[in-house]
T-cell receptor, first 113, second 114 residues
Framework: GNSVTQMEGPVTLSEEAFLTINCTYT??????LFWYVQYPGEGLQLLLK?????DKGSNKGFEATYRKETTSFHLEKGSVQVSDSAVYFC????????????FGPGTRLSVLP | EADIYQTPRYLVIGTGKKITLECSQT?????MYWYQQDPGMELHLIHY???????EKGDLSSESTVSRIRTEHFPLTLESARPSHTSQYLC?????????????FGEGSRLTVL
């Protein structure tokens, strides 16, 4: 079945540091890939997405590229801010729109001033 | 901004009480979901629905039940709450036929059973 593996946290960085959160997946066909973010006390929000190989999703300075050859969708940001402190979830939805989402376990990011 | 609402946001109740967590969306989405989020953050799908009068069990067994009488409404009920039900419950919806079929989440209902 489909699965998502995500780097273990927590991750602690200083403000303006470079961020990478690794995500790899296992799926048949061509899934859509997503990064969701959860701020303290809130539900999940879509951060970015990519629906086909080599697509790059971007939002709020975050980027991730759909790499089919390495089955990866790593999240990156060049300069993190304290306000980026949150939990980040990598997720996929199978090529069939009716399929349910599969989420990674989440990575908690703390950014220190 | 997503138009999906959950009430209550926080609930503290005693063991044995019946509770209903409400979830409503105004986007006309057919598919709706309930996730349970444990303290370690991981999400577990406990129920979903393809549309009116459809309910399915998710990947994680749950003692809760759901109903879907109207497209916009997907309440979750616990007949007799126990401390093991203490958790964060997240409702979500999606339009599977849309361009990306992304999930939209409510803000969550945090349940504490004493």
């Amino acid at each position: 079945g489909n699965s998502v593996t995500q780097m273990e946290g927590p991750v602690t960085l200083s403000e303006e540091a470079f961020l990478t959160i690794n995500c790899t997946y296992t799926a048949t066909g061509y899934p859509s890939l997503f990064w969701y973010v959860q701020y303290p006390g809130e539900g999940l929000q879509l951060l970015l997405k990519a629906t086909k190989a080599d697509d790059k999703g971007s939002n709020k300075g975050f980027e991730a590229t759909y790499r089919k050859e390495t089955t990866s969708f790593h999240l990156e940001k060049g300069s993190v801010q304290v306000s980026d402190s949150a939990v980040y979830f990598c997720a996929l939805r199978g090529y069939n729109y009716g399929q349910n989402f599969v989420f990674g376990p989440g990575t908690r990011l703390s950014v220190l001033p | 901004e997503a138009d999906i609402y959950q009430t209550p946001r926080y609930l503290v109740i005693g063991t044995g009480k019946k509770i209903t967590l409400e979830c409503s969306q105004t986007m006309g989405h057919d598919k709706m979901y309930w996730y349970q989020q444990d303290p370690g953050m991981e999400l577990h799908l406990i129920h979903y629905s393809y549309g009116v009068n459809s309910t399915e069990k998710g990947d994680l067994s749950s003692e809760s039940t759901v109903s879907r009488i109207r497209t916009e409404h997907f309440p979750l009920t616990l007949e007799s709450a126990r401390p093991s039900h203490t958790s964060q419950y997240l409702c979500a919806s999606s339009d599977p036929s849309g361009s990306t079929g992304e999930l939209f989440f409510g803000e969550g209902s945090r349940l504490t059973v004493l």
